[in-house]
């Protein structure tokens, strides 16, 4: 027997309209590139949003067409956001940070139909132009158009709203789509549904995840070419929050200034930025009034405990970890000190703080370690594979892809984690960079950690190499802080009261520098090209052999 | 095209899944009827959730089928929240403040299976039971057993929750259904899908919603048979709060005694419950630390601004105003301050705090007068329409209940209400109370609240009489304070300033005592028939013209 509910689709012009008509009166607030401030309100943003879905299906766009943004964080990017959607169209985030030539390529695999671009990144953008076929392009913002280009004031200006009516839209319908950047393989879209943004959004509105409010100023410092800036532009709109969207200009001052100026109560970025932002503020000490900011959620790679502590202690500010994936929408965890645990000593705090966290509603996690699905002790590693209705089940136009997709409907995340027995996943390591040594896993990432702790190393990288007898064992990359030094020997017996001893590298090398990707983290698949055979060739003595009663000091 | 989203449908298991993996530890507790507490936590309400649903399996009983629970506040009937939509079943809330021939037709309407009855109710059930042909009568608690009758303990501890499979579950099933107590005509059947209870819940659990959170101790005072206690059951389990059941004692002092004991952060109830609660502490300053208490919520009937303001300046209490409707899974409106007038005198943010609030995420409103829809502007009063995927689309098997659904897919209400321009929405009346008077509607509410303030005035009712021009008119009953004399003019007098002159009654009657409904409502509809043709026999002039240019001083 069903229910006798209204059928009520989830879908992104509910959102709009709802900001439209009882969060009309809320600001959006863009630096432009020539850094002066850009203002007006929902209602202007639904407005032009409805302006651009039907000056896009003028130019002869449809339901199922993909639209290309390659923009920074601004206004115009929000009504893309909507706008796009509204038609039926599929908004298609395109990653500034990636070369032109996987750019040209993904834009191909997803046969945009119409790009937009902000004219500041015209010059980056026009190395990417000759190598594809997309029938417009649309400038936004002011400077010389390319041949055949219309500017996006233009366009909005020709558009006949009162003539468009918009389609009946389905929830299942693809709403968006991001390709996953990951440093290897081909780029592999993700389609989102609007029901997956939809229940995102409310996902992320609540109080124990985002928990956005109508009185909130919110500042997505992650891009939104980059996973719907983490759904943010969405939640906010969802909830009637300000929004403060920082344009081309992510330094320091540039961000601390916004933050003072439209009073910034939360924020969101990679740790790079905040560790920025943090070394800023400490170096002008009372020189800004960062008062109004409560949160800073902080994802896309782990985010260091002295920071979270830092920005606790010195700035009276929360920094909330979270973790996700471009397939996931893309929160997947957030990490509040467990209830149970909110009495407990400041370092435990800090622990949980500085874990990924525990699943948001609606996520559903589980880790697959050699032997099957890993107990939650906190301890065992394994695979995180996750579900929900805001998770990928395929990727688009790609089968090769279907590998990350377990036959009874999980997404295989590739981080290995260990969950504790209140649900808190912590990230070890990549299944890549995981040490497989003799059916039992090696955390690179624990080692590293540790290695980097010792006073003379600059960086570390541990990789796997293989071996004949244990198929894999680690060995450690080191660069050693100018003017220190330090031997094999001593970085060994640094690590040896920390860890078992079978986890213990099987060689130090100490090298100049570590190749990084663009992104500024460990190129591992170079070294681990470079340094596959190191032990074969070496006289290096074979490892302890692995012993259940030897234990760890992890966990 | 399809977005590549799981399909991962929105059903109560999921829910208890989350509540038992991830928030195991966290507690429920409950007053027995011998008063003491009873306390475990949700890893063991899922447990016997899931030997409840084993049982009522074994019992015969099969997806779609209707179970009754004839229940106080407790962790039995939390049980039945989860245990019977877990087997497919519909849970059944009964409301034990009807007369015993309302609960047996309903029963019979409903065509319940099985009922369970807490024993302490068993006096009342009796007077139900033998005019319904229900097959199992399962009693919760202590006690002798009626003929035929199971015991709760007995049949969870006869399960075998490993040799029960649970049935897949699709999002439009129905999970529970609730009959809306209506004053007049038969009660009316909702039919709540997994699908409307998730996303309420979720809805629910945004922060400007309730925003619970899994570091808060909730208590609903407001009855689980009536409505799902505004969903606060099933909301509380997503996120993990820990839950505080009052059994059947709802006093002042037991429930300030729970409040102080469990360090409730949260509540929820109607506002006589919340009157006593305040007169209690009032009359004992000092005896009761209140403290870890930072909001009420408060629906059902409009909470008194006075009532939100002695909270907040004598005790530190948010009361946050909401407004349901069974039809609604229930909630459609709450109230919090629009951060616009954050900064604004006092008085006109207890002005806000005093209205029914905006509508929430995934709820749309407007509102229809006589002439069509009505503007957004705080003073044109109209019916007020919603639709959303938690509002009834009809009602169970009473085609006759239709009328209360346009044709383009709205709930009508029948609540006469304003919008104001931030979607604000404040009731002035019942479609059945506001009076029609030649075309143009006058608010018996108020009227009444504003002859209730007359200190001479211990109730005012103000009622539709028939009248030969402008077909009604409004009519006042009043009852005097004792030792308190007023007339006629008088009191026309003291309300001249503040209304339309053509919104003033035609007559004040003075009467002994005005009849009310069991819940202590006025019973207008007795006023009605009684005093319908009062016009016609009296020697009152007729009303003034009514003039569009005759300013109110409304809104």
């Known amino acids: 027997m069903d229910g006798l509910m209204m059928d009520f689709p989830l879908i992104l012009p509910t959102i709009l309209r709802r900001a439209e008509t009882i969060f009309g009166d809320r600001e959006i607030v863009s630096r432009q590139p020539d850094r002066s401030l850009h203002r007006y309100t929902y209602a202007d943003m639904a407005r032009r949003a409805r302006r651009l879905a039907a000056a896009l299906t003028a130019l002869g766009l449809r339901p199922g067409d993909r639209v290309g943004t390659f923009c920074w964080n601004h206004h115009q990017h929000l009504e893309a956001y909507f706008g796009i959607p509204l038609f039926g169209g599929v908004l298609h985030t395109l990653n500034l940070r990636l070369h032109p030539d996987d750019v040209a390529a993904i834009i191909t695999h997803a046969e945009d139909r119409a790009i937009l671009v902000d004219a500041v990144l015209l010059p980056i953008f026009e190395k990417i132009w000759p190598k594809v076929a997309v029938e417009h392009l649309i400038v936004i913002g002011d400077g010389p158009l390319p041949e055949g280009a219309i500017a996006y004031e233009n366009l909005l200006a020709s558009a006949d709203p009162e003539g468009f009516v ?12 991001c390709y996953s950047s990951g440093t290897t393989g081909r780029a592999k879209g993700v389609l989102y549904s609007h029901r997956a ?98 949160r800073m959620i902080v ?21 909330v970890h979270a973790w996700g994936m471009t397939e996931m929408s893309p929160l997947g965890t957030i990490t509040y000190v467990p209830s149970s645990r909110r009495d407990a000593p400041a370092e435990e705090q800090y622990r949980y703080r500085a874990k990924q966290g525990r699943p948001l509603p609606l996520v559903e996690i589980r880790a697959r370690g050699p032997e099957g699905l890993v107990p939650w002790d906190g301890k065992t590693m394994g695979e995180l594979e996750v579900r929900g209705p805001a998770v990928a089940r395929a990727y688009y136009n790609n089968p090769e892809g279907d590998t990350q997709f377990t036959n009874d409907g999980w997404f295989r995340t590739g981080d290995i984690v260990t969950i504790d027995p209140l649900g808190y996943i912590e990230i070890t390591d990549r299944t890549k960079d995981v040490i497989k040594s003799g059916g039992e896993w090696i955390s690179s990432i624990a080692l590293e950690n540790a290695l980097m702790a010792h006073p003379a190393v600059a960086e570390a990288a541990v990789i796997a190499a293989a071996h004949p007898k244990w198929l894999e064992r680690p060995v450690a990359v080191v660069v050693l802080k100018e003017g220190h030094t330090a031997t094999e020997t001593e970085l060994l017996a640094h690590l040896a009261p920390h860890f078992a001893k079978w986890w213990l590298p099987d060689a130090v090398l100490f090298v100049d520098e570590i190749p990084r990707t663009s992104t500024g983290k460990f190129l ?32």
Chains 1, 2 share one sequence.
Do not use: C
């Open 166 to 177: 918009p389609p009946e839209i389905r929830e299942q319908q693809a709403a968006a789509m």
């Open 197 to 294: 943004i939809v229940l995102h959004s409310l996902v992320s509105a609540t109080a124990d995840a985002v928990g956005l409010r109508e009185a909130d100023a919110v500042m997505p410092v992650v891009p939104m070419f980059h996973v719907n800036a983490w759904g943010l532009p969405f939640t906010g709109t969802l909830v009637g929050a300000k929004q403060v969207l920082p344009g081309p200009f992510l330094n320091p001052p540039s961000l601390i200034d916004l933050i003072e100026r439209e009073r910034v109560t939360i924020t969101a970025g990679v740790p790079t930025v905040w560790l920025g932002v943090l070394q800023h503020l400490d170096q002008n000490p009372g020189a800004h009034d960062v008062s109004s900011l409560a």
């Open 524 to 555: 591992k698949s170079a070294l681990r090209e470079q340094y596959r055979d190191v032990l074969r060739a070496s006289a290096i003595p074979p490892a302890p052999e692995h012993a259940a009663s030897v234990e760890t000091s992890e966990g």
């Open 299 to 319: 994802g896309g790679q782990a985010a260091p405990e002295g920071m979270i502590r830092a920005y606790q202690e010195r700035h009276g500010i929360d920094v």
